[in-house]
């Protein structure tokens, strides 16, 4: 018999996951930094049983924390009662999470669910195709998802190299230029994608009426608007969609991420005319709109709705970007970005390296950037928590300051 442990067997340590995990996963984030094994709310814990003060969340996923008790029931009676239908049927709660969608957003319309961001991207994509329109506008530095549609408009020529050629004929303008978005899109153009925070190039926030500008641009030629709120929807900046701070009303809206409070989820919003465009049959998905992930879903819309955390992610946003920048730091040049999505913009491209002294600290923080840490803490971070990573914070960046020892 093999002594080799079950796959449900306990972790023994982050250097046996460390080993374990070449042999069997592709390389395709480099080397993992930590095996975590368990959490509870805005804490996780890894394999070595160190504890650590979650500001990652998944990367803007894990909406509720870990282990949220809405989410847990919800997902528990979901998958007792019918776990899945395919798509030949359908249940409740696609339908219920179609409609408080439609209903957040206080537009009709209609909503295509997939599992993951790039594949709302992808849809998104499908339906701009079907305008008969042959080109697409976005903008450089973002990012929309790793399938081939996706690819195509994410802005970082690193990411697309080797997987050419990409489909479509798509501009990339840079990000926050009205005027450039301006002289891109004509009436060939069937679709502008854009994030009202671009996430992954380093939480870029573009100047007041960016986004005002693209939907007027793009109703003069009669282009679909596109709104990527994967990272930035249902909740992350203190609205249901960053669009909203604006008023702006995009033709469609993709979400992802934080939807399913840590369970696969993607939906694509459409509007108007991009409601109509997909035939019966016209795209699909075995898994989309499965019972459970909107079940969870609706467990975190219900919870940002009870505990009014929209509210709340404004307030615990402001705590945060106000803590950072009072420390006056001279590591810190700016913190940037919009409710609990932000980003410590340093004076030197040492954000790596205040990763790793952060984890040895106790706070998970990403390095979106060389020069910046990304912050997307659970919605329902506490002020104690944040003071926590408020106080621990000055000690991390003492220890990356290479400048320090000349003050
Ligand atoms: N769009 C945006 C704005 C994103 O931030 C991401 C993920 N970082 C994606 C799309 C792709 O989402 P996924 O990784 O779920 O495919």
Same mark, same amino acid.
């Given at each position: 018999m093999s002594n080799a442990p079950a796959h449900s067997a306990p972790a023994a340590g982050n250097a046996s996951f460390a080993a374990r995990w070449r042999g069997a996963l592709m390389d395709n984030y480099g080397t993992p930094r930590l095996a975590l094994t368990h959490g509870e709310g805005s804490r996780l814990w890894d394999a070595d049983g160190n504890a650590y003060l979650d500001f990652v969340g998944g990367i803007a996923v894990s909406s509720l924390g870990t282990g949220h008790p809405a989410v847990v029931r919800a997902v528990s009676e979901q998958i007792a009662r019918l776990g899945h239908v395919s798509n030949l049927y359908i249940a409740e709660p696609p339908v219920a999470l179609a409609e408080r969608l439609l209903g957040l957003a206080g537009r009709p319309g209609r909503v295509f669910f997939s599992n993951s961001g790039a594949e709302a991207v992808e849809a998104a994509f499908k339906i701009g195709r079907l305008t008969g329109r042959p080109h697409m506008v976005a903008t450089e530095?973002?990012?929309h998802g790793r399938?081939?549609?996706?690819?195509?408009?994410?802005?970082?020529?690193?990411?697309?190299?080797g997987f050419g050629p990409l489909p479509g004929e798509v501009t990339h303008v840079p990000y926050g230029d009205a005027d450039a978005l301006r002289a891109a899109v004509t009436e060939r153009t069937a679709l502008v /994608? /854009?994030?009202?925070?671009?996430?992954?190039?380093?939480?870029?926030?573009?100047?007041?009426?960016?986004l005002t500008a693209a939907r007027e641009i793009t109703r003069a030629t009669g282009t679909l608007l596109v709104l990527d709120e994967v990272q930035t929807g249902i909740g992350r900046t203190g609205h249901w969609f960053a669009g909203q701070a604006e008023g702006v009303e995009p033709?469609? $809206?993709?979400?992802?991420?934080?939807?399913?409070?840590?369970?696969? /989820?993607?939906?694509?919003?459409?509007?108007?005319?991009?409601?109509?465009?997909?035939?019966?049959?016209?795209?699909?998905?075995?898994?989309?709109g499965n019972p459970v992930a909107c079940?969870?879903?609706?467990?975190?819309?219900?919870t940002i709705e009870s505990e009014h955390l929209l509210q709340r992610v404004k307030e615990a946003g402001e705590r945060l970007r106000d803590g950072i920048w009072r420390l006056g730091h001279p590591l810190v040049d700016r913190v940037r970005g919009a409710g609990l999505l932000l980003g410590i913009v340093l004076?030197?491209?040492?954000?790596?390296?205040?990763?790793?002294?952060?984890?040895?600290?106790?706070?998970? $923080?990403?390095? $979106?950037?060389?020069?910046?840490?990304?912050?997307?803490?659970?919605l329902i971070i506490g002020d104690a928590e944040i003071d926590a990573f408020l106080t621990a914070l000055p000690g991390v960046l003492d220890i990356v300051d290479t400048a320090s020892g000349e003050r």
């Open positions: 530095g973002g990012f399938t081939m549609g996706a690819l195509a408009l994410t802005g970082q020529p690193k990411k697309q190299e /994608i /854009i994030e009202p925070v671009q996430g992954e190039n380093g939480v870029v926030v573009p100047p007041e009426g960016y033709d469609l $809206v993709t979400l992802a991420k934080g939807l399913g409070g840590g369970l696969p /989820i993607g939906a694509t919003l459409a509007f108007g005319v991009a409601a109509e465009l997909l035939a019966p049959g016209g795209h699909g998905s075995t898994f989309g079940a969870a879903a609706l467990a975190v819309l219900d004076t030197e491209p040492r954000a790596p390296q205040a990763q790793q002294a952060a984890q040895d600290a106790g706070l998970l $923080v990403n390095a $979106v950037a060389p020069d910046v840490l990304r912050l997307a803490p659970p």
